[in-house]
Antibody, heavy 118, light 108 residues
Framework: QVQLVQSGAEVKKPGASVKVTCQAS????????IHWVRQAPGQGLEWLGI????????TYAQRFEGRVTMTRDTSTSTVYMDLTSLTSEDTAVYYC???????????WGQGTVVTVSS | EIVLTQSPGTLSLSPGETATLSCRAS???????FAWYQQKPGQAPRLLIY???NRATGVPFRFSSSGSGTDFTLTISRLEPEDFAVYYC?????????FGQGTKVEIK
């Protein structure tokens, strides 16, 4: 079935970087854009950016520019999200999501918990 | 940046009642680039409505949506126990894409 499977939970120290993976299956990987969204504990949803798996082009939310990098590997149908210079405010569940039905997010990964703590 | 403001923050209702959730945008949004999601504790969001009024696959008919421009509404008729959750609106007409802060529908 169509699914996005994300990597496991991470615990990082302030100032470190984290790399979250999102592997797609059940559909043609390069046909759908992938977004990254995060959710801090008890909070709402925040958009980080988007990657076109076909050409690898990206657009990032301005507040994350310079700290986030999204890449993909078409051979494994995997998208990666790197976030650097972590602070406690980056503690959140990170989701990848497919832009499917009319570009709405129709398939979501299960989420990756990233905890930033000294 | 388009700010989406949802109201009310919490809606306390009983099963069988109708829930009316509102989402107001700070700028006009084409309905084609608007969606609603449902999120239950410990789960990823689930797409309910896309293109402002189209139900996603498997979404019951009791979920409906309307609106255009700056005002959008999600209606849940005859609430079922599994409908008690948090609902988010989402605009993707421009970047950064944004979400409302959520409306929690809780059991009264």
């Amino acid at each position: 079935q169509v699914q996005l499977v994300q990597s496991g939970a991470e615990v990082k120290k302030p100032g470190a970087s984290v790399k979250v993976t999102c592997q797609a299956s059940g559909y043609i990987f390069i046909d759908y854009y992938i977004h990254w969204v995060r959710q801090a504990p008890g909070q709402g949803l925040e958009w980080l950016g988007i990657i076109n798996p076909s050409g690898g082009t990206t657009t990032y939310a301005q507040r994350f520019e310079g700290r986030v990098t999204m890449t993909r590997d078409t051979s494994t149908s995997t998208v990666y999200m790197d976030l650097t210079s972590l602070t406690s405010e980056d503690t959140a569940v990170y989701y990848c999501a497919r832009a499917g039905l009319a570009s709405a997010f129709d398939i979501w990964g299960q989420g990756t918990v990233v905890t930033v703590s000294s | 940046e388009i700010v989406l403001t949802q109201s009310p923050g919490t809606l306390s209702l009983s099963p069988g009642e109708t829930a009316t959730l509102s989402c107001r945008a700070s700028q006009s949004v084409s309905g084609s680039y608007f969606a609603w999601y449902q999120q239950k504790p410990g789960q990823a969001p689930r797409l309910l409505i896309y293109g402002a009024s189209n139900r996603a696959t498997g979404v019951p008919f009791r979920f409906s949506s309307s609106g255009s421009g700056t005002d959008f509404t999600l209606t849940i008729s005859r609430l079922e126990p599994e409908d008690f959750a948090v609902y988010y609106c989402h605009q993707f007409v421009s970047t950064p894409e944004t979400f409302g802060q959520g409306t929690k529908v809780e059991i009264k």
